[in-house]
């Protein structure tokens, strides 16, 4: 299902060092699903894509995420282990696809789940009620106001989160929140899972130490980056301990 050497990782990351975190993750699947076209990709929905994001992160370095959080009230340092079928294993972790509807507030709705399309066209880094707003744009297909067509500005912030919390309700992975409890003062919290950012955090690590794999045994033996690359990382592993690497 997933095609990725040494290469591609190396590729990936050289590509996406200077790219948004939206780039990255296409930019992680788009390498790793060859069978899948790049406009397919950026019509997944924002769950979907994580979906994927998660099965890659499984094929490439396993199914448990190894991950830390500080405690937001006593800075406590926390180190837990994460299973991705535990996240992505349950029917309610599933998407419902198709067009939604919402009716609140003397206004119906009808809209349809935000896909990587939309994020890009979306200035990232903008403050949360603004991306809220313009994400709004991109997916509310239908706007009405006691029967008469309406527009996104005339929408109060109060259905615009109500908005979003369906949203994330059709398509849950979107968010994958923990449920988190300091050992050491019990304060509760709920941080978000990030998996593009997390997955592109790793595969940036494994390919600086590619990098170093590749300058020592080019050093020791002369070889060329191709042919350090083309080894397994068994083999690699063995001549780096020959070398006293
Ligand atoms: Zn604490």
Redesign the pocket.
Do not use: E, Y
């Given at each position: 299902m997933f095609c990725l050497t040494a290469t591609d990782l190396l590729r990936i990351w050289e590509t996406g060092e200077t790219k948004s975190q939206v780039e990255r993750a296409l930019t992680i699947l788009a390498a790793a699903c060859p069978d899948r076209s790049f406009e397919q990709l950026l019509d997944l929905s924002l769950g979907q894509r994580d979906r994927l994001l998660l099965l890659v992160r499984q094929w490439l370095f396993g199914p448990e995420l190894k991950a830390f959080a500080e405690?937001?009230?006593?800075?406590?340092r926390?180190e837990f282990g994460l299973g991705i079928p535990a996240i992505c294993g349950t029917t309610s972790s599933e998407t419902t696809s198709g067009e939604q509807t919402l009716s609140a507030a003397g206004f119906d709705l009808q809209f349809r789940l935000p896909r990587s399309r939309d994020l890009l066209s979306v200035a990232v880094g903008t403050d949360p009620q603004q991306v809220r707003r313009l994400l709004a744009e991109c997916c509310l297909q239908d706007i009405r106001r006691d029967g008469q067509t309406a527009s996104v500005d005339e929408l109060p912030e109060v259905l615009l989160q109500q908005l979003a919390a369906l949203v994330v309700e059709c398509d849950p992975l979107q968010e994958i929140l923990l449920d988190m409890t300091?050992?050491?003062?019990?304060?509760r919290w709920r941080p978000l899972l990030d998996i593009g950012q997390f997955l592109w955090e790793e595969v940036a690590a494994y390919a600086r130490r590619l990098l170093r794999e590749v300058h020592t045994l080019a050093r020791a033996y002369g070889w060329r980056e191709d042919a350090v690359l083309a080894l397994s990382a068994r083999r690699r592993q063995a001549y780096l301990e020959m070398v006293g690497a």
């Open positions: 405690c937001p009230r006593c800075g406590q926390l300091c050992p050491a003062c019990d304060h």
